[in-house]
């Protein structure tokens, strides 16, 4: 059975860090592009960052360049999405996804499975 479980999220003060998590089974990460997404209430589903099936290549949205960092540990079928100095802006509900191609892009389509998120609050 394939799933994907998001874990990290939680109620942090804006500054602060979070440090998401996305178990995957039931199939072979290393096969997939990961990518994660954020929506929040009464926005539509936003790509942050993903991370490519083949070289490892990563992009992050220019909304969190340089704050979050996505990584991948294809033995711990798990990926990641570092988060720091969070805004309150920040605050959505997290999902990450796989798609079964090799390059790394942020578009909604090319994801085909997803989790059920993790919800993140950004605040004081």
Known sequence: QVQLVESGGGLVQPGGS???SCAVSG????HYTMGWFRQ???KEREGISCISSSDGDTYVSDSVEGR???SRDNAKNTVY???N???PEDSAVYYCAAAGINLCV???HEYNLWGQGTL???SS
């Open 68 to 70: 979050f960092t996505i």
């Open 40 to 42: 929040a209430p009464g």
């Open 18 to 20: 979070l440090r998401l």
């Open 85 to 87: 100095s969070l805004k």
């Open 106 to 108: 942020l578009l909604i």
């Open 27 to 30: 199939f072979t990460l290393e």
């Open 81 to 83: 999405l570092q988060m």
């Open 120 to 122: 993140v609050t950004v």
